[in-house]
Nanobody, 124 residues
Framework: QLQLVESGGGLVQPGGSLRLSCAAS????????IAWFRQAPGKEREGVSC????????YYADSVKGRFTISRDNAKNTVYLQMNSLKPEDTADYYC?????????????????WGQGTQVTVSS
């Protein structure tokens, strides 16, 4: 069954780090753009970061630039999101999603499979 499974969320203090993983099964991640989204309570889902399939290009929301890094391990069929210098406003459920194509998109409708999400809480 085709699926994406996120892991790595948890409770961390402000300034701390977490690494989220997005593992794919029944398809090859490298053939698709893969994005991370997040959704905080009462807020809309927003794009956090994305990595192209075609050229490995990466994109970040302004709110996470310089703090988050997206990467891909093709051998493990996994995409990672390294999150450093975490802030309370980073608290949300984080989802990875498979792009319909090779290139990242800002539109939620360009992503056809989603993981179940992993919760990140940044609090002292």
């Amino acid at each position: 069954q085709l699926q994406l499974v996120e892991s790595g969320g948890g409770l961390v203090q402000p300034g701390g780090s977490l690494r989220l993983s997005c593992a794919a099964s029944e398809f090859t991640l490298d053939y698709h753009a893969i994005a991370w989204f997040r959704q905080a309570p009462g807020k809309e889902r927003e794009g956090v970061s994305c990595i192209n399939s075609s050229d490995g290009g990466t994109y970040y929301a302004d709110s996470v630039k310089g703090r988050f890094t997206i990467s891909r391990d093709n051998a493990k069929n996994t995409v990672y999101l390294q999150m450093n210098s975490l802030k309370p406003e980073d608290t949300a459920d984080y989802y990875c999603a498979r792009g319909r194509g090779y290139i990242c998109s800002n539109s939620l409708y360009e992503y056809d499979y989603w993981g179940q999400g992993t919760q990140v809480t940044v609090s002292s």
